[in-house]
Structure formats: C-alpha cells, structure tokens
C-alpha cells in the first residue's frame, strides 16, 4: 500500500515548525504506525497533462496512479476551483480503475464526490430536497438584495452565511484569525453590522434561525456511527466560538439513525454529519467529507475513539 494525501494550504500558521495541519499530522502518525508509506501535497502542487491523446494528473511531480490509495482532504472555500480540481481527480481515476481493474486505485469518498458537482450550501440544501433529509428553511437570491423582499422568510432573528462556506481572516492582536462569515440578522439594521456590511451579499444566503444553541457533530465510517461530541456556545450564538464540549460517541436511536441515513444517501466512506434541533426535530446543519477531529481529541473529557485511524482505514474496496 502507498497513501497520497491532498489537502489545502492552511490561510494562518499551524503552530509547527512544517505548517502542515493537525489532521494531517495525526494521518501520518496513524500510517507510520501501519507501517504504509505516505506522501503530502497541496492542491497547489498538481499538474494536468493533456499531451498525444493522454491524460496524467501529477501531484508533487508523481503520477497520483502510483498510490494504492488517495485521501482528498480539504479545499479552498474561496477558491471553487479547488474542489473541481477534486472531481478531476475522481474521474481520472475512475478511468484507470475501468482499464486496470487489477490495479486500482481507491479514493476515499469519490461516490460522495459525485453527489456534490459543486460544493457549496445551496448545492446542500438541493441535495437534502431531493432526499428527504430536514433541512433548515433556506433563501437564496443572486443579488443579494434580502431587505427588499422579506415575503420568503421574514420573521427574525435569522442566519446569514456566506454561499460557499468561506471564512474571512482578520489581524487580531497582530496575529491572523480565521473567523466564520455567519451572522446573527435580529432586524433589518443587522444587514448593515460590522464585517457583513463589507462583504459581497451577493455570496451570501439566508436561513432560519435555531436558538437551541446546541448542535452535535456525528462522526460515521462506512454507514455506521463511530462518535461524535456535542457542543453548547457560552458566548455569542455560535457553538464554534470557545463552545463547551462533550463526548457524545453513543447517540441516542433519532440522531444515530439520522447521522447513518444521511452518510448512506451520500454513499460515503467518512463522513461528519452536523445536526442541530430546530424546536424538537433534527435538522441537518453541515456535511464534511474531510473533517478535523483536533477539538473532539483535545477538547473532551473522555475516551475518543481514533478518528485518524478510522479513516486511514474507511475505504470501500
């Protein structure tokens, strides 16, 4: 076996001397421990090559046909072209598999790839429409223009987030911060508050407001539930600012069953599936084919399960 790894360069410092991610680190650490040998580049490091007739794509100067297995990690939410370079990816190697089905390489969620032509909120919520999976009640307008048409959802608070999940980065304290383009729209004045009056509306969309200020991350290798935590916010609305964790590894029967339903109908080999309660009924708030498991391995008090092994190992052959 021969693992390649594809990731996304990290916006602001690791806080290690290779800047590679904390997953990517833990990946790494739970090869070596296997024994297989492994290698990392960044979307910035492939090559297409389209010369008499033959297509090879090339990461890091290899020809990515030469691993036995590929984990197409994060990509760029401010660059779409960075998740079509994905696509490419599961193509091309769906067409060696097809040619040389005694040499195949297996990419991790390449079935769950295709589910998703493009990878943004809007292609979300169109995917939960055609399956049946709850949803939060979502507005979309491609002008951006929410204060002249309040008739769809118009009874604040509500959520606006940005379109294609992109973060902003700000200098805080002279350092780089990432922080979530999602706002909390209590009136019509809160179109206009700090930061989102700057940003292209345009990119954004609008959603109905949960005030459970709880959600549950539920990790789910190969159609079953492995773990997950639960998460509260203490300051502000969103449960990713400083929230209070908690091991939920054993889910109870609605949420398990939720979290399966919605990995089955993605077909995917690893997938953290985000729920949050909207009153009593689950609805999903999140997907992630590539997820980072750094706060569930060092924020919880309990056991984890090893998200890192897990998925070195979630391949279906």
């Not at 390489?105 to 295709?114: F, G, P, R």
């Not at 700057?198 to 990119?203: A, Q």
Request: with cysteine; proline share 3%; net charge negative.
């Amino acid at each position: 076996m021969n693992y390649l790894i594809i990731d996304k360069r990290q916006r602001v410092e690791t806080g290690n001397e290779d800047k590679i991610a904390t997953a990517n680190l833990r990946l790494m650490e739970e090869l070596d421990k296997k024994g297989i040998p492994h290698s990392l580049a960044y979307n910035d490091e492939l090559e297409f090559q389209f010369i008499d007739g033959e297509t090879v794509i090339k990461a890091k100067g290899e020809d990515i046909r030469k691993y036995t297995h590929i984990l197409l990690r994060g990509h760029a939410l401010h660059n779409e072209m960075e998740y079509q370079f994905k696509r490419y990816i599961v193509d091309y190697i769906d067409e060696h598999n097809r040619k040389n089905p005694n040499e195949k390489v297996l990419i991790q969620n390449s079935e769950a790839m295709k589910r998703f032509p493009y990878y943004n909120k809007i292609a979300l919520a169109l995917f939960c429409s055609i399956n049946d999976i709850p949803y939060f009640n979502t507005y979309f307008r491609t002008d951006g223009n929410y204060l002249a048409h309040r008739d769809i959802l118009e009874a604040f608070p509500l959520i606006i987030k940005e379109y294609a999940g992109a973060n902003r980065v700000e200098i805080i304290d002279g350092k780089e911060k990432i922080k979530k383009n999602v706002f909390k729209i209590s009136n019509e004045d809160d179109y206009r508050q700090e930061y989102l009056k700057d940003l292209d509306h345009s990119r954004f969309f609008i959603q109905e407001f949960s005030d459970s200020g709880k959600d549950m991350r539920i990790f789910v290798k190969l159609g079953k539930v492995i773990g997950g935590w639960k998460r509260e916010a203490v300051d502000g609305f969103m449960t990713v600012k400083d929230g209070n964790y908690t091991m939920y590894n054993e889910p109870e029967k609605e949420i398990k069953e939720f979290a399966e339903n919605v990995a089955q109908k993605l077909s995917a080999d690893f997938v953290a599936v985000d729920i949050m309660y909207m009153g009593d009924k689950p609805l999903l708030q999140e997907i992630s084919y590539h997820p980072g498991f750094k706060a569930y391995e060092t924020k919880i008090e309990g056991e984890p399960v090893n998200i890192a092994e897990a998925i070195v190992t979630a391949f279906k052959e």
